[in-house]
Every structure is written in C-alpha cells, then in structure tokens.
T-cell receptor, first 114, second 114 residues
Framework: AQKVTQAQTEISVVEKEDVTLDCVYETRDTTYYLFWYKQPPSGELVFLIR??????QNEISGRYSWNFQKSTSSFNFTITASQVVDSAVYFCALRGYNTDKLIFGTGTRLQVFP | GAVVSQHPSWVICKSGTSVKIECRSLDFQATTMFWYRQFPKQSLMLMATSNEGSKATYEQGVEKDKFLINHASLTLSTLTVTSAHPEDSSFYIC??????????FGSGTRLTVV
C-alpha cells in the first residue's frame, strides 16, 4: 500500500522565519515519484517539485529547498525567510511505479503572519 | 506551459438536479484525466481515472452512477454529478496527465447544492 503522511496539520510563523514542512511516505516500489504542491486560498494546485526515487540530491529553488532522505522515507520541504504570500496549504504526493495515480497527504496549512 | 481549463469555477444548484463540470487541456492532449474531490480543510481524494475513449475507473466507494465521467476526446473530460444532494457539496478538481508536462490541475469547481 502507498501512503503519504503529513503530520503537521497547521503551522504558524512570523514573516522571515524559516519553516520546514514534513512529509513521510510509504511504498513498496523501488521506483517512485514524489511531489509537492501548493494550494493557495483560491484553490488551484501549484506544482512545486517532482523528485524520482533515484535522485536523492537535495534541491534548492530560490527560498524553497527540499530534503529527500530515502533512509527515513522522508521528503521535507523548507521555506527560507517566509513571506505572507507563502500562506497556503501544501500537499506532498506520491506516485508509484506501475500506476498513474497520485496519492496525496493530508496537507499542511501554513500561515505566515506579517 | 500546460494549462487545464476547468469550468465552472463555482456552481450552486438545487437538490435533485444534475451539474456538469468540464475540464479541457488547452495546449496538449491528455490521455488520462483524474477527478478529485476535496472537502473543506481536507486532502484531495481521487474519485476516478478516465482514459480517452474508454470507461472511467472509479475508486472504491465512489458511485459511478452518481458521478458520470466522460472522456470523449483527448482534450475534454466531463464530470456530471447526477441528482445532486447537499452532501455532494464539495470542491472538485480535475488533473490531466501528459508525458511531457506531467500532471496539470484545473482550477477547481466549488459545488454547492441547496
């Protein structure tokens, strides 16, 4: 079975703080894909990153960075110097090898206060 | 980049009526479309997967006679909520899968049944 756990339901920070959103996944596949999406209040899903299981390099994109650790089945997302515009719900998702389906975690609601 | 146009953005209907939601891939051909349902402050739950020209595959617990999915062309998939009831009120999101662009999500439809 495939599963994605985002244990943090809500996080509140003050602007300019760094914040890490946790994602732990379960899969028996040796090849799989991990994703992060942002869902602002308007509702649309914004793609942030896709990582395949063979690529354990950490990724940095501006203020965003991702830490992929296969040993702990985690794919954590860090926002550096958070801004009010970062306020949204963030979803981690998993796609297994022989499927097109995306399995979403329950999401983490991030509120950044000025 | 890839765009999926989802309409309507929101709809209010009377109990017992049917509502059709459309998703169009604007600049690519989507061989596979996914339909999700999202309750307030909850995750995206996959309802069904549709492939162009064939019957949709529904997830366990989703009534196929209530949620009719048609994927008649490579650029259009529709979800019809038949005989809608207040408990069908939710946020519905489609997603198109393409080999080049990966998953592209529509902007969602907020359905309210009164």
């Amino acid at each position: 079975a495939q599963k994605v756990t985002q244990a943090q339901t809500e996080i509140s920070v003050v602007e300019k703080e760094d914040v890490t959103l946790d994602c732990v996944y379960e899969t028996r596949d040796t090849t799989y894909y991990l994703f992060w999406y942002k869902q602002p209040p308007s509702g649309e899903l914004v793609f942030l990153i896709r990582r395949n299981s063979f690529d354990e390099q950490n990724e940095i994109s501006g203020r965003y960075s991702w830490n992929f650790q296969k040993s702990t089945s985690s794919f954590n997302f860090t926002i550096t110097a958070s801004q009010v515009v970062d306020s949204a719900v963030y979803f981690c998702a998993l796609r297994g090898y022989n499927t097109d389906k995306l399995i979403f975690g329950t999401g983490t609601r991030l509120q950044v206060f000025p | 980049g890839a765009v999926v146009s989802q309409h309507p953005s929101w709809v209010i209907c009377k109990s017992g009526t049917s509502v059709k939601i459309e998703c169009r891939s604007l600049d690519f051909q989507a061989t596979t479309m996914f339909w999700y349902r999202q309750f307030p402050k909850q995750s995206l739950m996959l309802m069904a997967t549709s492939n162009e020209g064939s019957k949709a595959t529904y997830e366990q617990g989703v009534e196929k006679d209530k949620f009719l999915i048609n994927h008649a062309s490579l650029t259009l998939s529709t979800l019809t909520v038949t005989s809608a009831h207040p408990e069908d009120s939710s946020f519905y999101i489609c997603s198109a899968l393409d080999a080049n662009y990966g998953y592209t999500f529509g902007s969602g439809t907020r359905l309210t049944v009164v």
